[in-house]
């Protein structure tokens, strides 16, 4: 999914003839009628391509494979936001303590809270 996500230019529908091939063509993962099937569940929700690459993720490993499909997609939207942050020693040094704080299972809502004030008072 991230190779085609990588080289998919054009929207998330550009990708469904890649998504096609790898997944029913090259791997055979699916057949042809359950990858459409899943290709039509995700027209019903918002994000299609992204609940398609779930579905596939779950008929194939059940809720791992969901688990797995989530977490890949979750870091590519990391990588993309990263990528736009000007990364200078304030907002590195926010970030290392931010990421250090979720490490030590800080409850989020307090390191989202604390790392909004800072980023207000200081940046």
């Known amino acids: 999914m991230a190779r085609i996500d990588l080289v998919a230019f054009g929207g998330g529908f550009a990708s469904v003839p890649l998504l096609f091939h790898e997944i029913v063509e090259t791997r ?3 057949d042809a009628s359950t990858f459409l099937d899943g290709i039509a569940l995700g ?5 299609p391509i992204v609940i398609t690459a779930t579905f596939v993720g779950y ?23 990263a990528l736009h942050i000007q990364w200078d020693w304030p907002h590195l040094l926010l970030a290392a303590v931010a990421f250090g704080a979720l490490c030590k299972k800080i409850d989020i809502l307090w390191v989202v809270l604390v790392g909004a004030a800072t980023a207000i008072i200081f940046l």
């Open 59 to 81: 008929l194939l490993h059940g809720l791992t494979g969901v688990l797995c499909s989530f977490v890949g997609l979750l870091c590519t939207v990391a990588v993309r936001l």
């Open 43 to 47: 027209q019903l929700t918002p994000g």
């Open 28 to 30: 055979a993962w699916l």
